[in-house]
């Protein structure tokens, strides 16, 4: 079985776990170390099951408390050189991976990290490196894209040979040209080193899924400038648009913030949500 969670999607940390019986995932850590245990603890899980850390790229609410934890589980941190060097010069991260613990993963070539096959993939960000994954189990694709400047064609054959897919959709357009933020932050957010937005997420969706994708969750979305039910009404308006219906086609779903998911399971007849937790959010220490 293969099972998936979110412990929290936005700025203010994110933090994703993919695991077997028998072994571990962590996707970046850039939520509290107590949040993190405290999670665990509540789902039921050892933290010893985890084996590896991967990391997309070395901004704050992604790596904050990446240190801290591998060094005290003794986790080895799986990074691009690049990341790595962003990783040690950010102020955030006041514990820094112990040197015997930082490995290195380079683009397009997959890598077997356990019971994982993992093959990172450039992605346009304006941090030092950015990285989506496309892990596999046991003939499974569970690929992850966040932070996404925009759709490259190196990543539109990861989006059509995934099963499992985690992709952003930041922004509405309209709400972040009428929203609070300056200027040139909104250049940058809509520049080709920032974020995708709900139109250009919903297209990059409709022009390359495939038959064989079964689920998808709309990930990274701005508190300020999006909303759930609008990211989501967005992405299906597209979709239908193109002739493909979310719930029908594949289960279409939108991570919290702050709030974990309860556990997807991947593999089976249906991938179902146990929900663990009510809608008030869970504490997660900010950026």
Known sequence: MLNFISFGSGSSGNCYLLYTEKDALLIDLGIGTRALRKYFREYGLPLARVKHILVTHDHADHVKSVGKISHDLELPVIATVDVHKGIDRNYCVRSKVPASLVKYIEK???????????????????????????????????????????????????????????????????????????????????????????????????????????HVWLCHLSEENNHPELARKTVEQILRSYGIVAGKDFQLDVLKRKTPTGIFRLLGDEPQEQSLFSDKEMGVDKD
């Open 108 to 214: 397009d070539v997959p890598v077997q990290l356990g019971d994982f096959l993992v093959t990172a993939f450039k992605v346009p960000h304006d941090s030092s490196d950015n990285v989506g994954y496309r892990i596999e189990y046991q003939g499974v694709v569970f690929c992850i894209m966040t932070d996404v400047g925009y759709l490259t064609d190196e990543m539109r054959p990861m989006i059509s040979e995934a099963n499992y897919l985690v992709l952003e959709a930041n922004y509405d357009v309209e709400m972040l040209k009428a929203g609070p933020y300056p200027e040139y932050l909104k250049t940058r957010i809509m520049s080709e080193g920032g974020h995708l937005s709900n139109n250009e997420c919903g297209k990059a969706l409709a022009e390359n899924v495939s038959p064989n994708l079964r």
